[in-house]
């Protein structure tokens, strides 16, 4: 079967733009989680959702970010007025909710974005 | 808080060599660690986790709830094992979100 899959792989954003970035979990996935990588360091949590519940949002840096997974399915995180520091990798990765592979994060190959 | 600390950004060794990547975490509970590796053009894949207890790929780790550690060791380093290696703790309140360390790059040289 099909792994995470991420929409666009780049995306290059003027500063003060908005983006959207898409993210299409493994079929049967209940928790989806959305991390933030800057260049040379590890992933940081964003926020994540158990179905369409957006259960833990701590890590979004400003109130410019959005994310929703409205069917419980396919999830987009949104930033507006994109801002420089926001240049990163964004990741999203899914998992089981229960079972052997609980808490077993499986990846997307990511969205770099860079605003200019 | 719960926190990662991946305390070598570069390590090089000689293939045959052992290889030992140091991970330290921080949190109050009962943690889940976790080994997960980039290889080069590829996404981010789980290597191992504590509690299966496994060895992948010759790879095992241990966890020391006393030094707060996770060493992922490799007795005889091969060149394909050349990546990045990336600990990561799940809290056992958080559902499962997980707090990476800055990972470590591992070069196995011929």
């Known amino acids: 079967g099909a792994g995470v899959s991420q929409s666009p792989r780049y995306k290059v954003a003027k500063r003060g733009q908005d983006v959207a970035l898409r993210c299409d979990p493994i079929s049967g996935h209940v928790s989806l989680f959305w991390y933030q990588q800057a260049l040379g360091q590890g992933p940081e949590f964003l926020t994540y959702?158990?179905?369409?519940?957006?259960?833990?949002k701590s890590g979004l840096p400003s109130d410019r970010f959005f994310a929703e997974r409205p069917e419980g399915s396919v999830s987009t995180l949104k930033i507006q007025r994109t801002q420089q520091e926001d240049s990163a990798v964004y990741l999203c990765?899914?998992?089981?909710?229960?079972?052997?592979?609980?808490?077993?994060?499986?990846f997307g190959a990511g969205t770099r974005l860079s605003v200019l | 808080a719960q926190r990662v600390t991946q305390p070598e950004k570069l390590l090089s060794v000689f293939k045959g060599a052992p290889v030992e990547l140091k991970c330290n975490y921080s949190y109050s509970g009962s943690p889940e660690l976790f080994w997960y590796v980039q290889y080069s053009r590829q996404r981010l894949q789980l290597l191992l986790r504590?509690?299966s207890r496994e060895s992948i790929k010759g790879f095992t780790a241990d966890l020391n709830k006393g030094e707060t550690s996770f060493h992922l060791k490799k007795p005889f380093a091969q060149e394909e094992d050349s990546a990045m290696y990336y600990c990561a703790l799940s809290g056992d309140t958080n559902a499962g979100k997980s707090t990476f360390g800055d990972g470590t790059t591992l070069t196995v040289k011929p």
């Open positions: 990765a899914s998992s089981f909710k229960q079972g052997v592979a609980k808490n077993i994060q499986y």
């Open positions: 959702f158990q179905n369409e519940a957006q259960l833990d």
């Open positions: 504590h509690i």
